[in-house]
């Protein structure tokens, strides 16, 4: 039976074109139609929106970015066993879908959006294994605000608890969620059990909304990363400990004296420092090294 958008139900594509899930790509696919919809709408108003897709599959998600109304489709596909199956969604959806035969990691994300009218965001179930890295290549986007209006994105829910992390939740709060809560509002929308994937993933999976903050607090990103990184290496050690050895601008600073300036208790741990707290040591460690 066909679906709505007259095209074959998923489990018919992936077995005709013999689309068996590969463990190395993070194919875990999804066939509900109910919940690719939800998905979709998550993206907000589709109509007039262009929105870039990494990892397609078989093209669940595509299909319903498309039934629910986007103008575009820009999808990046690394597997060329899915090229086929998507390039049927493109006859059903005539100058409305864009296949880049590539590596999500190695986009020119600008260049792929250049000239497109309209809002651009991200959506995508990305392959568990580079969503934290696609992530933050998108977080550290320079310049900022950046490419994309808003991303909506699945990843497993330790992985999701660790993005949207303030200092309230001590265990999962770390470089992720200081870099997430510094660029973006992040929340989590919903989750999704193992069972709608196929294959089942072990972990329970959930869909994050991330809308870029358009007025940032201001800092030099690369050493706010240096600085959290510093400090949360060592995460359990007082601030005093862990930023010891912090080096900025090849100039190795005293961390007594940087966190005297920035008014944070030396015994304090990197969790207990807020988003506000890392970007007043980034600003401090960048004009001490100036
Ligand atoms: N969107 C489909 C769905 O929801 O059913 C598939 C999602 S599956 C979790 C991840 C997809 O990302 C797979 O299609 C996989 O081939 C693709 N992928 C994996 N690594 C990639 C990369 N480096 N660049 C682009 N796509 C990649």
């Keep these: 039976m066909m679906s709505a958008d007259g095209l074959p139900p998923l489990r018919e594509v992936v ?43 078989p093209g ?42 590539g590596d999500a990691l190695t986009t020119d994300w600008r260049a ?38 808003r991303m909506v994105l699945m990843f497993q829910r330790e992985v999701a608890e660790r993005i949207v992390a303030t200092p309230a939740e001590r265990v999962d709060y770390g470089r992720l969620g200081v870099l997430s809560g510094w660029r973006t509002k992040a929340r989590i929308l919903f989750d999704v059990p193992p069972s709608a994937f196929t294959p089942p993933p072990k972990v329970t999976s959930s869909i994050v909304e991330l809308v870029p903050r ?15 990184a510093s400090a949360f290496n060592q995460r359990r050690k007082m601030l005093r400990q862990s930023l010891k050895g912090l080096a900025v601008n090849g100039k190795t600073i005293d961390a007594l004296s940087l966190l005297k300036a920035a008014d944070i208790a030396e015994t304090k ?10 970007v007043r040591l980034a600003r401090l460690a960048a004009e001490m090294t100036a």
């Design 15 to 57: 077995e005709k074109y013999d689309l068996a899930a590969k463990k190395s790509l993070g194919q875990n696919f999804l066939f509900d139609l109910n919940l690719t919809g939800r998905i979709a709408r998550a993206c907000g108003p589709l109509e007039g929106a262009t929105i870039v897709e990494v990892g397609p599959g």
């Design 112 to 149: 792929l959006v250049a000239g497109v009218q309209g809002p651009v965001r991200i959506c995508a179930n990305l392959p568990y294994n580079i969503g934290t890295a696609l992530l933050v290549g998108w977080l550290e986007s320079d310049p900022w605000p950046p490419w994309y209006e």
């Design 214 to 228: 358009e007025t940032l607090l201001d800092c030099n990103g690369k050493i706010l990363t240096a600085v959290t």
């Design 269 to 278: 741990r990197a969790e207990e420092v807020d988003v506000e707290g890392f």
């Design 60 to 101: 669940g998600l595509t299909r319903a970015l498309l039934s629910e109304g986007a103008s575009q489709v820009i999808a990046v596909e690394r597997d060329e066993r899915c090229l086929p199956a998507l390039a049927e969604i493109e006859s059903a959806y005539p100058g409305r879908l864009k296949i880049v035969h």
